[in-house]
């Protein structure tokens, strides 16, 4: 381990957020050097035999190789902390302090906790992974996790932290999935069948093959003059047809 500044590489795949945490790292702990950042998970096995940092701060769900994976290879050579979206599974094998953790969103009065955590690590040994990593393994799959709580998504030229419950329903729009919002709309990348799997089911309904509606939004249901059901929205003036092969949802209602 380096005698000089601690080192750091930062693997997470979401570019936005590992800008926000560089930035943070930087304002926070100014005598870190951040050698390299990495944006799926063999570029960061890549990084990690480049550079052998000091420390390494790796999202759980990466492209290539996920944050489990690498981090089977650090074990022993670095200081590492994870990022995840998921606290639901990760509060409880972190918490046994063999390593630290960071939640999305970031914050920085949790990223302050986990630079003192590695400050006073420093002078030591790594800690063994494996524990923590066995673990992990035996997380809930996808659907069991807690849900999807906020999204990046582009708004014109900007990139704007969306929670899910501003979101009135979202919409295949060709390579992009849209976002209804209160005040104007959104566009992401992630298609409709991934949200399917993050999304809590009972807040977020599937009515057509191309649409996902929040239940909370929903004023009332209704049929036009051909039979069709449709939703009228507490928001705005769109109407949303729901397939007959999503009827049933609503008859209850």
């Known amino acids: 381990m380096s005698t000089l500044a601690p080192t750091a590489v930062v693997a997470e795949d979401e570019a936005t957020l590992r800008a926000e945490l560089v930035e943070q790292l930087g304002r926070l702990w ?4 951040i050698v390299a950042e990495a944006g799926d998970g063999i570029a960061a096995l890549r990084l990690l035999d480049q550079w052998q940092p000091d420390i390494l701060f790796l999202d759980i769900e990466m492209p290539g ?6 981090a089977r290879q650090v074990n022993g050579r ?18 046994q302090g063999a390593v630290d ?12 906790t986990a630079i003192a955590r590695l400050k006073a ?4 040994a ?11 393994s035996q997380r809930p799959t996808a659907a069991a996790r807690a849900p999807l709580r906020w999204i990046n998504a582009s708004v014109g030229q900007t990139l704007r932290l969306i929670t899910v419950d501003e979101v ?8 992009y999935t849209r976002l209804a919002l209160k005040d104007g709309e959104a566009l992401i990348r992630k298609p409709l069948k991934e949200l ?8 977020f309904w599937q009515i057509h093959r191309s649409t996902l509606v929040n239940v909370n939004a929903i004023a009332s249901v209704s049929r036009d003059f051909r039979g069709r059901m449709q939703l009228k929205l507490k928001h705005g003036s769109e109407m949303l047809l729901v397939a007959e092969s999503c009827a049933h949802l609503f008859r209850q209602m």
């Open 30 to 33: 100014p005598e870190l050097s």
């Open 65 to 70: 190789a996920t944050g489990l994976e690498v």
């Open 78 to 95: 670095s200081h590492v902390v994870f990022t995840t979206a998921y606290d639901q599974y990760a509060v409880a094998a972190f918490d």
């Open 101 to 112: 953790y960071l939640l999305k969103p970031l914050s920085s009065a949790r990223l302050f």
């Open 121 to 124: 690590r420093l002078g030591q």
């Open 126 to 136: 790594p800690a063994p992974l494996g524990g923590v990593l066995d673990q992990l």
């Open 168 to 175: 009135l329903f979202f919409q295949s729009d060709n390579k």
């Open 196 to 203: 399917i799997e993050e999304l809590d089911p009972q807040q």
